[in-house]
């Protein structure tokens, strides 16, 4: 697939990404006032789907964007941008703006149409359930500098951007985030989970973070094999710094380890048995949802 032959859905068509043009009046360029999404395929396959889009319908009442399309609608754009794009491994970019206005006017107006976007890219192969072959991951940490609406998937990112570029600078691939009480939030483009005496712990869901559709099938995963012991609770950044294990979740990283954080082995430094556990039992059932 290479990218300037990519086909992508502009409101309502298929057609090259060459020829996909919006307003510089639209109010998700202007004012980053839109939602999106980003929903894995392997293969055609595609995972989490009814509960992405659901997220994304969220985000969408929450700010007053209305959007006549169903789930069906969606997975139909999804599907047609897979055979048009090659089978491969891909990610499905969907993204709704409150659409273009003939004027820069903060609020809302209520007579213009969302402008709908979705298209696809490549994302690595799934990832392999094998300690000695997955991916290591190092991070810092800082302080989390966002907005206090973290829960609604909004293009407005920049805030996001801003943190991942502190790590991206410091030369690791992500940036954790803890609040101003020194308690974990998530990170800049992941969810967050500590393995602790082989207990599972992630933060609980609040106006702090996304809620992650990753986290969100990882919990009920493990939940129902009932192996290990799941909590969600607030979590200092001494327990991050004390941690047996760290991972970060999404929906292109599964269960990503994390083997470093501020230059600071995570445990041992090695990626941990639980870790292990918990992906193999993810790559197992990942695709029931
Ligand atoms: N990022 N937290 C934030 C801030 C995110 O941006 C993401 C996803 C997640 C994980 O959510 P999920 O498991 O539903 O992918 C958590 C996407 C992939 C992105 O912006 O590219």
Not at 13 to 20: D, K, N, T, Y
Not at 42 to 48: E, I, Q
Not at 73 to 94: C, P, T, V
């Given at each position: 697939?290479?990218?300037?032959?990519?086909?992508?859905?502009?409101?309502?068509?298929?057609?090259?990404?060459?020829?996909?043009?919006i307003s510089p009046m639209d109010r998700g360029f202007l004012f980053g006032d839109g939602i999106y999404e980003v929903?894995?395929?392997?293969?055609?396959?595609?995972?989490?789907?009814?509960?992405?889009?659901?997220r994304m319908?969220?985000g969408m009442?929450a700010i007053g964007i209305?959007l006549?399309?169903?789930?069906?609608?969606?997975?139909?754009?999804?599907?047609?941008?897979?055979?048009?794009?090659?089978?491969?491994?891909?990610?499905?970019y969907f993204h709704v703006s409150r659409g273009a206005d003939?004027k820069r006017f903060h609020a809302y107006p209520?007579?213009i149409?969302a402008t709908v976007f979705?298209?696809?890219?490549?994302?690595?192969?799934?990832?392999?359930?094998?300690?000695?072959?997955?991916?290591?991951?190092?991070?810092?940490?800082?302080?989390?500098l966002r907005w206090k609406r973290c829960q609604i998937k909004s293009t407005s990112l920049l805030g996001n951007v801003m943190h991942f570029q502190?790590?991206?600078?410091?030369?690791?691939?992500?940036?954790?985030?803890?609040?101003?009480?020194?308690?974990?939030?998530?990170?800049s483009a992941?969810?967050?989970?500590?393995?602790?005496?082989?207990?599972?712990?992630?933060?609980?869901?609040?106006n702090?973070?996304l809620?992650?559709?990753?986290?969100?099938?990882?919990?009920?995963?493990?939940?129902?094999?009932?192996?290990?012991?799941?909590?969600?609770?607030?979590?200092?950044?001494?327990?991050?710094?004390?941690?047996?294990?760290?991972?970060?979740?999404?929906?292109?990283?599964?269960?990503?380890?994390?083997?470093?954080?501020?230059?600071?082995?995570?445990?041992?430094?090695?990626?941990?048995?639980?870790?292990?556990?918990?992906?193999?039992?993810?790559?197992?059932?990942?695709?029931?949802?």
């Amino acid at each position: 697939m290479a990218d300037n032959h990519n086909i992508v859905f502009l409101n309502g068509q298929f057609m090259p990404i060459s020829e996909a043009k919006i307003s510089p009046m639209d109010r998700g360029f202007l004012f980053g006032d839109g939602i999106y999404e980003v929903v894995p395929s392997y293969k055609g396959k595609l995972v989490g789907f009814g509960l992405h889009i659901q997220r994304m319908q969220d985000g969408m009442n929450a700010i007053g964007i209305k959007l006549n399309k169903s789930v069906d609608d969606w997975r139909d754009i999804a599907q047609s941008l897979i055979e048009q794009n090659g089978k491969g491994n891909l990610g499905l970019y969907f993204h709704v703006s409150r659409g273009a206005d003939i004027k820069r006017f903060h609020a809302y107006p209520d007579d213009i149409e969302a402008t709908v976007f979705a298209y696809a890219f490549e994302i690595p192969e799934a990832t392999v359930a094998d300690k000695t072959l997955v991916k290591q991951f190092k991070v810092a940490s800082t302080q989390d500098l966002r907005w206090k609406r973290c829960q609604i998937k909004s293009t407005s990112l920049l805030g996001n951007v801003m943190h991942f570029q502190q790590g991206h600078d410091a030369g690791v691939h992500e940036t954790i985030l803890y609040n101003q009480h020194n308690e974990l939030t998530e990170a800049s483009a992941c969810n967050v989970f500590i393995v602790k005496n082989e207990v599972v712990i992630t933060p609980p869901l609040d106006n702090q973070l996304l809620p992650g559709i990753t986290r969100h099938m990882l919990l009920d995963i493990l939940r129902k094999d009932g192996t290990l012991q799941v909590e969600e609770r607030v979590i200092s950044m001494n327990e991050v710094r004390a941690a047996d294990e760290l991972w970060i979740t999404s929906s292109s990283k599964d269960i990503a380890p994390v083997v470093e954080l501020d230059g600071k082995p995570v445990g041992n430094g090695k990626v941990g048995d639980i870790w292990q556990l918990a992906q193999t039992l993810y790559s197992a059932n990942k695709h029931n949802y």
